[in-house]
């Protein structure tokens, strides 16, 4: 009968109660004294210091940057997001595993860096464009860890050995896979020109938002933050050709810039000149107006004064246009009414 002070015993305690209890009678029989201490007591102190390693071995140090998740008998339990000191079943009854979540991680694919050593991987480099030309493609995938529980329970992963990625992770060939899988497709689709030179923002983004998707499907737990195209190149065999082909296309629109500098230098001169031109004609334009409107209103103005006096405007238009005509000889009015004649003025040269 258990006494009344006492607490009931979990499941637990009673099972481990009964896993040392068959240990020690399989064990004590032979050892039955050592020493002349009974084997018993020896068994149950070494079980008590064992305990207590156990027992301590299942404290463990949360950084901020780090996810706990643990497991108890096989049934995951969500992870643990508060920093600092833990303690949880250590092994075999439980296991805790920390990832780090905040900090980026990389991929390189088409290339391995090691130290200050950087080499090409052609296996992964070499993909087809969509105007069926061969380029040597290489690329920087940065990514982290969004779903602890999906990033090491949904994904079984054999572990990428060249990049220290072990088993079970899918940041190891699920996601190198599925990189490639989504590089391909995006430069499957697209020109060798747009991928050496005009549009590799584009392709980046598309590989980015293909990449993402892939994931997800998977339901990987990794986010991928960027995707950044380092050399792009044709393969080494026909790089030559290429170059000069790219050094033509560079020539072609530095000469084009260059007559867009001269076009946009140009035209606002001739803008400016038409402008100048068209002012200068109105301008003169308004000028004959106004003045063929003054010598018809003085044409009329002369022609209401001859009305009036034919004779005497006719005689003072005359002697007008003589004075205009003839503006510095010496000129003489001669009255044939008066008396007058030529013979008084001569000889003409002598007058004043």
């Known amino acids: 009968m258990m006494p009344r002070n006492r607490k009931p015993q979990s499941q637990l305690e009673r ?58 008998f096989g049934k995951f339990y969500p992870p643990l997001q508060s920093a600092g000191l833990h303690w949880h079943w250590p092994a075999p009854v439980g296991e805790t595993i920390r990832e780090t979540v905040e900090e980026a ?57 060249d990049r220290g990625v072990g088993q079970g992770s899918p940041d190891g060939m699920t996601l190198k896979d599925a990189t490639e899988a989504a590089l391909r497709q995006v430069v499957g689709k697209s020109s060798i020109d747009d991928i050496l030179t005009v549009n590799k923002d584009q392709v980046q983004l598309e590989t980015l938002h293909l990449l993402r998707r892939i994931l997800d499907d998977y339901s990987s737990g990794i986010e991928v933050l960027e995707v950044r195209l380092q050399n792009v190149r044709p393969p080494d065999d026909v790089r030559d050709a290429f170059d000069d082909v790219v050094r033509a296309r560079v ?28 002012n200068a004609a109105a301008a003169f334009k308004e000028e004959r107006i106004l003045k063929a409107k003054g010598e018809s209103a003085r044409f009329l103005s002369v022609l209401e004064e001859y009305q009036k006096a034919k004779e005497v405007t006719r005689t003072r238009l005359y002697l007008e246009k003589m004075e205009s005509v003839l503006p510095k000889v010496p000129k003489y009015v001669i009255e044939p009414e008066s008396g007058g004649s030529l013979l008084q003025f001569l000889p003409l040269g002598e007058s004043k």
Do not use: H
């Open 15 to 72: 099972d481990l109660l009964t896993l040392f209890t068959r240990i020690r009678d399989l064990i004590e029989p032979p050892f039955s004294k050592i020493g002349g201490f009974k084997f018993n007591s020896l068994f149950f102190v070494g079980l008590i210091a064992i305990g207590i390693v156990w027992f301590l071995s299942g404290f463990y140090q949360v950084q901020p940057s780090e996810l706990a998740a643990r497991k108890l």
């Open 105 to 161: 991680r990389r991929l390189e694919l088409g290339f391995r860096t090691q130290g200050n050593q950087i080499s090409d991987v052609s296996a992964e480099a070499l993909m087809i464009t969509g105007d069926l030309n061969i380029v040597d493609v290489q690329m920087i995938v940065q990514y982290r860890i969004n779903d602890l529980t999906n990033f090491l329970f949904q994904v079984d992963d054999p572990g990428d050995v």
């Open 251 to 278: 020539d072609k629109e530095a000469r084009i810039n260059e007559a867009l500098a001269y076009q946009q230098d140009q035209l606002p001169r001739a803008r400016g000149d038409a402008e100048k031109i068209i």
